[in-house]
Structure formats: structure tokens, C-alpha cells
């Protein structure tokens, strides 16, 4: 029995069906978290356009980077835009950093080249440091490379500083403080 050459095509086309039509199942079954964490930890992965918001102790932090790559059990991000939003009138915080890294495994950040502001509900205070250092189990931020705070009256820099997250600023090594507005006469 000689079978012809549009059968087989045919039979072969049924077979692909077939296939594919299990493997779309089997990926409907797919758990997205599941997914997501995988992709994560795949090397070399480049995401584009991330957005994340938290809600820490009622405040609402959301960051977005345009670019954040996969390096083993680390993340390393360009043009990192973070901004709290507080959950009473405790202000709003802006912070810009221009590159960062944050690791899995120790659950901290580190981020170079900030800029930011601090509004409080009464004064908008400008922040600028070479470095952040951030970990989960810590209940502040650290600038191990130095720190600058100005407005329009005063300036503050300190050599070592430290932040918690209600906005109190601890000059750890002291600082020089400046008062740029002249006497009143």
C-alpha cells in the first residue's frame, strides 16, 4: 500500500497540531510567579521600562528604571527614579540615582550618583551624595561617601550621614553647616 504525498503532508500537519496544541496547554498551566522569579534569575536577562510600588510602614514607594539587568544574584540598574510618598503630611521625597545595584541574597541596594529632594510640608530640602547604601533589615539609608543638604538659607555637609525613613538626617562624623542668607540689619 503506496501512500500518497498529500496524505502525508497532512498527517504531519495533525501531528504538529498536536504538538503545539499540548504545549499551549501545558503553558496555560503556568504559574506566573512561578515565570517571573525564573526570568529574574536567568543571567544576562535586560528588562526595559520597570515599575515598582511598595507600601512600607503606610508610605508609598515607587521606583522606576528604564533599564535593569540580570547579573547572578544581583541587579544592575541605569537612571533610577525613586519617589515616597508619605501617608500623612510628612512631605514627599524625590530621589535620582544614576546607577545602581541591588542583591538578592543580602536583600540590599546600592546606589551612586543621587540627587534628590526632601519636602516635609514646611521646607523643600535639596540631597546630593556620591553614594546610598540601603539594606531591608536596616531601618535607615547611609551615605558612606558624604553628604549635602541645602536650601535656599542653609547648607550641610557631613563626611558620614546616615537617614531613617521619617527623614532625620544623623551626621555620624559631625559636618560643617553654612547659613547662606545675610543678617537682617
Same mark, same amino acid.
Not at 503553558?27 to 536567568?42: P, Q, T, W, Y
Not at 508609598?60 to 537612571?79: F, I
Not at 557631613?158 to 547659613?179: F, H, K, T, Y
Given at each position: /500500500?503506496?501512500?500518497?504525498?498529500?496524505?502525508?503532508?497532512?498527517?504531519?500537519?495533525? =501531528?504538529?497540531?498536536?504538538?503545539?496544541?499540548?504545549?499551549? /496547554?501545558?503553558?496555560?498551566? =503556568?504559574?506566573?510567579?512561578?515565570?517571573?522569579? !525564573?526570568?529574574?534569575?536567568?543571567? #544576562?536577562?535586560?528588562? @526595559?521600562?520597570?515599575?515598582? !510600588?511598595?507600601?512600607?510602614?503606610?508610605?508609598?514607594?515607587?521606583?522606576?528604571?528604564?533599564?535593569?539587568?540580570?547579573?547572578?544574584?544581583?541587579?544592575?540598574?541605569? !537612571?533610577?527614579?525613586?519617589?515616597?510618598?508619605? !501617608?500623612?503630611?510628612?512631605?514627599?521625597?524625590?530621589?535620582?540615582?544614576?546607577?545602581?545595584?541591588?542583591?538578592? @541574597?543580602?536583600?540590599?541596594?546600592?546606589?551612586? #550618583?543621587?540627587?534628590?529632594?526632601?519636602?516635609?510640608?514646611?521646607?523643600?530640602?535639596?540631597?546630593?551624595?556620591?553614594?546610598?547604601?540601603?539594606?531591608?533589615?536596616?531601618?535607615?539609608?547611609?551615605?558612606? @561617601? #558624604?553628604?549635602?543638604?541645602?536650601?535656599?538659607?542653609?547648607?550641610?555637609?557631613?563626611? =558620614?550621614?546616615?537617614?531613617?525613613?521619617?527623614?532625620?538626617? =544623623?551626621?555620624?562624623?559631625?559636618?560643617?553647616?553654612?547659613?547662606?542668607?545675610?543678617?537682617?540689619?
Amino acid at each position: /500500500m503506496k501512500i500518497s504525498r498529500p496524505k502525508i503532508i497532512m498527517c504531519a500537519l495533525f =501531528l504538529g497540531l498536536v504538538v503545539l496544541v499540548r504545549f499551549a /496547554m501545558r503553558d496555560m498551566n =503556568l504559574n506566573v510567579d512561578l515565570l517571573r522569579e !525564573s526570568i529574574m534569575k536567568m543571567p #544576562g536577562v535586560v528588562m @526595559e521600562n520597570i515599575q515598582m !510600588s511598595r507600601v512600607i510602614s503606610g508610605d508609598t514607594w515607587r521606583v522606576k528604571v528604564p533599564v535593569l539587568e540580570q547579573e547572578g544574584n544581583s541587579v544592575n540598574m541605569r !537612571s533610577i527614579d525613586i519617589r515616597r510618598y508619605a !501617608s500623612s503630611d510628612r512631605g514627599e521625597w524625590y530621589f535620582f540615582g544614576r546607577e545602581g545595584t541591588y542583591d538578592y @541574597e543580602q536583600k540590599a541596594a546600592k546606589i551612586s #550618583g543621587l540627587l534628590g529632594t526632601i519636602d516635609d510640608g514646611v521646607r523643600v530640602w535639596n540631597l546630593e551624595s556620591k553614594k546610598l547604601d540601603w539594606q531591608d533589615s536596616q531601618d535607615n539609608f547611609t551615605f558612606p @561617601e #558624604g553628604l549635602t543638604v541645602y536650601d535656599d538659607e542653609f547648607l550641610v555637609r557631613a563626611p =558620614l550621614a546616615s537617614m531613617d525613613r521619617r527623614g532625620v538626617i =544623623l551626621l555620624e562624623q559631625g559636618g560643617v553647616i553654612q547659613w547662606a542668607r545675610p543678617l537682617e540689619r
